[in-house]
């Protein structure tokens, strides 16, 4: 009763993640790859996600704070956090990408620093909230592992 419980909350509070813009289509898709046989499949894509933007957001960080910026690189760190983002269902922080995109083709500095502070925004809160989805999927990994005779 414990795990179909949690189940219940999990569907629901990924659909309310939805519903806020938070998440798209592309994260069910990520669900439907989970099988018994890989149970950890999401959880896994989501500490990737997580180490992978970390570092593209702190390169990127780098870069900027430095008085000659090399657009050329921002860029392909820029690609990389759009591309992340997109493939996990990140949608607002896809969207944030994509104006920092844009703000480093037009190599202008101010915008992008503004709009990388847009990306950290939010990836603070996607990472949060995927999180919370890692929790509960590992609690109802638990519940029915300990069913099991």
């Not at 009763?1 to 909350?9: D, F, N």
């Not at 657009?71 to 990408?97: D, E, N, P």
């Amino acid at each position: 009763m414990l795990g179909a419980s949690i189940k219940e909350q999990l569907t629901n509070f990924i659909r309310s993640l939805n519903e806020r813009g938070l998440l798209d289509h592309h994260f069910d898709l990520a669900l439907e790859l989970q099988t018994e046989e890989n149970p950890q499949f999401v959880s896994e894509l989501i500490s990737m996600f997580c180490r992978d933007a970390e570092v593209s957001i702190a390169e990127l960080t780098t870069l900027l704070d430095q008085p000659l910026v090399d657009y050329t690189k921002a860029i392909t760190f820029v690609h990389q956090l759009k591309g992340s983002s997109s493939s996990i269902g990140g949608c607002r922080m896809t969207l944030a990408s994509g104006e920092l995109r844009q703000a480093s083709d037009k190599r202008n500095k101010e915008r992008c620093i503004e709009a990388l502070y847009k990306v950290k925004q939010e990836y603070q809160i996607l990472k949060e909230n995927l999180s919370i989805i890692a929790q509960m999927q590992n609690a109802i990994q638990a519940n029915e592992r300990s069913k099991r005779p």
